[in-house]
T-cell receptor
Framework: KAGVTQTPRYLIKTRGQQVTLSCSPI?????VSWYQQTPGQGLQFLFE???????NKGNFPGRFSGRQFSNSRSEMNVSTLELGDSALYLC?????????????FGPGTRLTVL | QQPVQSPQAVILREGEDAVINCSSS?????VHWYRQKHGEAPVFLMI?????EQKGHEKISASFNEKKQQSSLYLTASQLSYSGTYFC???????????FGKGTKLSVKP
């Protein structure tokens, strides 16, 4: 069974630009969650999508948005990039809601904002 | 609210035991444990649900004290492969999202 895939793996952008990250969950998984990971801050929850509906949203500004398609693939978008957005962005998929089910993480997208 | 993990870091010799704690200031519905090795994605270890249900690896042991809003992960007879950063994630309601702690870095030396 293929794991969670994320594209691209690395991105370099400049301040003010926007970026779209993609996540393909494990086949059959309906939930996709996104996390931002920075040194010393651990994993910070961005949002969770379940069956194309945003189930939960973390405490991030409106510049961070996401969506999920009918095939469960998910994208997240960050507009007007800031230096502080540099981080590893991880997505995780699970069969059911992330709160009660095992999450399988992808390798992440390393975003660098210059 | 972000759970607090302790200790922040621990160094062990192979064969030694360790306990990693996770505390929350609010009532918990579930606690999740993940391990992340350097440069890799986090990997699932265990879920502990309110009411006593557990899902996880047979070799991993953990406890969930609902009244104290705490969970502990027990690593016995540690091996070099146990090295990594351990994260606990807590969730305060069946419809809520997971909030992860800042992690505990575990290093096992030969």
């Amino acid at each position: 069974k293929a794991g969670v895939t994320q594209t691209p793996r690395y991105l370099i952008k400049t301040r003010g630009q926007q970026v779209t990250l993609s996540c393909s969950p494990i086949s059959g998984h309906r939930s996709v969650s996104w996390y931002q990971q920075t040194p010393g801050q651990g994993l910070q929850f961005l949002f969770e999508y379940f069956s194309e509906t945003q189930r939960n949203k973390g405490n991030f500004p409106g510049r961070f948005s996401g969506r999920q398609f009918s095939n469960s693939r998910s994208e997240m978008n960050v507009s007007t990039l800031e230096l502080g957005d540099s981080a590893l962005y991880l997505c995780a998929s699970s069969l059911g809601p992330a709160s009660t089910d095992t999450q399988y993480f992808g390798p992440g997208t390393r975003l660098t904002v210059l | 609210q972000q759970p607090v993990q302790s200790p922040q870091a621990v160094i062990l010799r192979e064969g030694e035991d360790a306990v990693i704690n996770c505390s929350s200031s609010k009532a918990l519905y579930s606690v999740h444990w993940y391990r992340q090795k350097h440069g890799e994605a986090p990997v699932f270890l265990m879920i502990l649900l309110k009411g006593g249900e557990q899902k996880g690896h047979e070799k991993i042991s953990a406890s969930f004290n609902e009244k104290k809003q705490q969970s502990s992960l027990y690593l016995t007879a540690s091996q070099l492969s146990y090295s990594g950063t351990y994260f606990c994630g807590t969730e305060g309601g069946s419809q809520g999202n997971l909030i992860f702690g800042k992690g505990t870095k575990l290093s096992v030396k030969p």
